[in-house]
């Protein structure tokens, strides 16, 4: 049974910290890595997606993949209270499964003002 | 442009009942993905559809099946209809990478 793994928290921070958000997962031949948003009451929203080792940033986001690790980060700088939602990491399931999701359950981040 | 949509946003049914649910993808996007949504189980893959062929299928029982309509358009069907089927039925859809999806706002199924 393919996993991913994410602490659910929640994961407090004062407004305009750095949130460091991790998730592991188990298949080795996952190529393909994304981060999710779901507030409240709302469906996940794509914020990054990530497919090779290293760093990506985009805007106050950066995701970091280190696939020998199997592990996957998404940092937010200089959080703000709107930044408050569930982060979801996602992980494509194998190489001949590319069009398959395995989501972990999500970490609840709560940036405090 | 229009985002991807759901209907019927809410609905309530009794155990042995079966529900339909329809999925609009955003227009151009080809492949469309469902996914149930349950605080138990979290995010779990349902199937995919691209160009009305199921590319792949999650390890739901046979009585979750789905199709997709040469206009990009998707329905689900759950059939014999179980409590444990209570959940947030998310469908989403895909314009090139496989992952950057679009997610309509879920059809919530209450089964009583």
């Known amino acids: 049974q393919k996993e991913v793994e994410q602490n659910s928290g929640p994961l407090s921070v004062p407004e305009g910290a750095i949130a460091s958000l991790n998730c592991t997962y188990s298949?080795?031949?996952?190529?393909?890595f994304f981060w999710y948003r779901q507030y409240s009451g709302k469906s996940p929203e794509l914020i990054m997606s990530?497919?090779?080792?290293g760093d990506k940033e985009d805007g106050r986001f950066t995701a970091q993949l280190n696939k020998a690790s199997q592990y996957v980060s998404l940092l937010i700088r200089d959080s703000q209270p709107s930044d408050s939602a569930t982060y979801l990491c996602?992980?494509?399931?194998?190489?001949?499964?590319?069009?398959?999701?395995?989501f972990g359950s999500g970490t609840r981040l709560l940036v405090r003002p | 442009k229009a985002g991807v949509t759901q209907t019927p946003r809410y609905l309530i049914k009794t155990r042995g009942q079966q529900v339909t649910l329809s999925c609009s993808p955003i227009?151009?996007?080809?492949?469309v993905s469902w996914y149930q949504q349950t605080p138990g189980q979290g995010l779990q893959f349902l199937f995919e559809?691209?160009?009305?062929?199921?590319?792949n299928k999650g390890n739901f029982p046979g009585r979750f099946s789905g199709r997709q309509f040469s206009n990009s358009r998707s329905e689900m069907n759950v059939s014999t209809l179980e409590l444990g089927d209570s959940a947030l039925y998310l469908c989403?859809?895909?314009?090139?990478?496989?992952?950057?999806?679009?997610f309509g706002e879920g059809s919530r199924l209450t089964v009583l």
């Open positions: 559809y691209f160009s009305e062929t199921q590319r």
């Open positions: 298949d080795r031949v996952s190529q393909s």
């Open positions: 996602a992980v494509n399931e194998g190489l001949d499964s590319s069009y398959k999701l395995i």
């Open positions: 227009s151009g996007h080809r492949s």
């Open positions: 989403a859809s895909s314009y090139r990478e496989a992952g950057e999806l679009f």
């Open positions: 990530i497919y090779s080792n």
